[in-house]
Antibody, heavy 120, light 108 residues
């Protein structure tokens, strides 16, 4: 059974940084693209990054470019999201999600999310 | 960036009724790479439809998707109590991937 568990969220001051982790199990991790999607309280979904199965290809929306960095460790079945220069508007639940197929762009498996709160 | 606009914002229906949700794209969605998700409070989204009309694994056949290029719809043929939730469309034909703002399907 596919299992994704996020960790690393918490309360951080504006301008601060966090590293979010997602531990994957139940599938051949190194064969799938992985993604982060966030959801601000009471708001909709926002895609924030994707990384290819090998880690050689990454993508971000403009809102994350330069501040967010996605990476992965295929030996440990981990995907990370480093978030820097945090702003109040980055407050959200951050979900880790797996592509349905090796590279499909739609997400069949999601974690429960980790809450990041940016506040002084 | 492709902007997705969902309509209506809120849809009030009764169990057993048919629901039709719309998603309009500001530009043509490449290869009709349009997905639909369902989200209930406090839970992660659940993939329902991909490639505009293909049902994801385990999704009941009362859910169907249609459309192409810029106009897409999600239809739920006969609403069950567990279908009352928020629905999002997502395009993955080009980066950045984008989501619509959501349609809330509530019990009338």
């Amino acid at each position: 059974e596919v299992h994704l568990v996020e960790s690393g969220g918490g309360l951080v001051k504006p301008g601060g940084s966090l590293r979010l982790s997602c531990t994957a199990s139940g599938f051949s991790f190194s064969s799938y693209n992985m993604n982060w999607v966030r959801q601000a309280p009471g708001k909709g979904l926002e895609w924030v990054s994707s990384i290819s199965s090998s880690g050689s290809f990454v993508k971000y929306p403009d809102s994350a470019e330069g501040r967010f960095t996605i990476s992965r460790d295929n030996a440990k079945n981990l995907v990370y999201l480093e978030v820097n220069s945090l702003r109040a508007e980055d407050t959200a639940v951050y979900y880790c999600a797996r592509d349905t197929d090796s590279w499909s762009g739609h997400f069949s498996f999601w974690g429960l999310g980790t809450l990041v709160t940016v506040s002084s | 960036e492709i902007v997705l606009t969902q309509s209506p914002g809120t849809l009030s229906l009764s169990p057993g009724e048919r629901a039709t949700l719309s998603c309009w794209a500001s530009q043509r969605v490449s290869n009709n790479y349009l997905a639909w998700y369902q989200q209930t409070p406090g839970r992660a989204p659940r993939l329902l439809i991909y490639a505009a009309s293909s049902r994801a694994t385990g999704i009941p056949d009362r859910f169907s998707g249609a459309g192409s290029e810029t106009d897409f719809t999600l239809t739920i043929s006969r609403l069950e109590p567990e279908d009352f939730a928020v629905y999002y469309c997502q395009q993955y034909g080009s980066f950045p991937y984008t989501f619509g703002q959501g349609t809330k399907l509530e019990i009338k």
